[in-house]
């Protein structure tokens, strides 16, 4: 998959917009809902209108999804509005039943991802047609596993591929949904530039009222579209109800969003990217120096805890540290989360040298 210019063609292909927009509900639920919403679509940013009709749920009982019934009503959205339509798949007899219904794009879910049997055999199901295929991360934060459904697809000759971020599952509970680990689809990026990579805020979120800054951050990353769950009756839908937003306010979010232009040709932005890199450069530098320096002093307390016979873990000191911390990181535009990790790695690294002292 290494660098091939053809992975963007199809963007270019179907003259989609910057930033490519999906939009429409987490799952069809009747003809005239999802009519209704490919209407109010119609004429927005959104190109491609989405819809599931086979739904993933965490645990059985709720709502999943209206089956291939679903598939034909997509059709006459595309035939009534002229968008382009895509559901998600997930085994090789949705993508059978997708292909005979002439759906545009198809994407594959998260949980999907995980498994490279299916993603196989999705591949193979696919295996000599040209279609667009979007592949949304594992639900584990795990960019192999991501690389590896992309590459059998690429492998079975699918060569439209794109990525979808929607964040990735965490047994703590944080603001999101599912937390972003944003280094993930930068790699990703940085790994393949020529992928298309779309952001789904909608999965990441949760939440309705987090999207706007979700999508500002992908842009601001250079992601080529978003994915996003639009529904004329958010709180009513059979799913997802609380991350949908109207059309409405879709329409309102692309207008607010400040969208970078995709070049980076320009001298001028060039020049200043490269200042601000170089700026970053030295900053990590400098983090890493006193990084070091801090164990330094971590292993004298070390060598004195050894003299006195004293525990390494101290929690009632680093209980306060922590506390000091996350107040100092608010200061700085840190958030809890990050303060948080970023001082449980230190505090780690500190008990492994002072452990080696111990011991040693
Ligand atoms: C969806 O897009 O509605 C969906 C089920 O997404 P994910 O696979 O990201 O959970
Ligand atoms: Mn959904």
């Not at 306060?320 to 990050?338: A, H, W």
Request: aromatic residues 6%.
């Amino acid at each position: 998959m290494e660098n091939k210019k053809e992975l963007r063609t199809w963007l270019d292909d179907f003259k989609l917009n910057h930033p490519l927009v999906i939009a429409g509900p987490c799952s069809a639920e009747t003809e005239d809902q999802l009519l209704k919403i490919a209407h109010e679509l119609k004429d927005t940013d959104a190109s491609i209108l989405r819809a599931g009709i086979w739904k993933p749920r965490t645990r059985p009982g709720n709502f999943e999804g209206v089956g291939a019934l679903g598939l034909k009503w997509l059709q006459t959205a595309k035939k009534e509005t002229g968008m382009l339509t895509t559901t998600e798949v997930a085994n090789k007899t949705h993508v059978e039943l997708a292909l005979k219904h002439d759906i545009d794009v198809l994407w594959i879910g998260a949980r999907t991802t995980v498994s490279p049997f299916i993603i196989q055999e999705i591949a193979d199901a696919l295996k000599g047609t040209d279609k667009i295929v979007l592949v949304k991360n594992p639900i584990n934060p795990d960019l192999p596993l991501w690389l590896g459904a992309l590459e059998r697809l690429y492998t079975a000759d699918i060569t439209k591929l794109g990525a979808i971020h929607r964040g990735f599952s965490t047994y703590e509970k944080t603001r999101y949904r599912n937390n972003p680990e944003w280094q993930i689809p930068i790699e990703l990026q940085n790994r393949f530039p020529d992928l298309p990579l779309i952001c789904d805020p909608s999965h990441i979120a949760g939440r309705r009222d987090i999207i706007f800054d979700i999508c500002q951050t992908a842009l601001d990353l250079n992601f080529d579209g978003l994915m996003v769950e639009t529904h004329y009756d958010p709180d009513n839908a059979w799913s997802d109800a609380k991350q949908q937003i109207t059309p409405t306010s879709l329409i309102q979010m692309m207008i607010d969003l400040k969208i970078r232009k995709t070049t980076d040709t320009e001298a001028d932005y060039k020049n200043a990217l490269n200042t601000l890199r170089t700026q970053i450069d030295v900053v990590d530098h400098q983090l890493t120096d006193m990084l070091g320096k801090r164990m330094k002093i971590s292993d004298k307390i070390g060598a004195l805890k050894k003299e006195k016979n004293v525990a390494i873990l101290q929690t009632k000191r680093w209980n306060e540290i922590l506390g000091k911390m996350i107040l100092e990181g608010e200061q700085n535009n840190l958030s809890e989360e990050f303060v948080l990790k970023i001082f449980k790695a230190i505090h780690q690294e500190s008990i492994n040298h002072q452990k080696k002292i111990i011991n040693g």
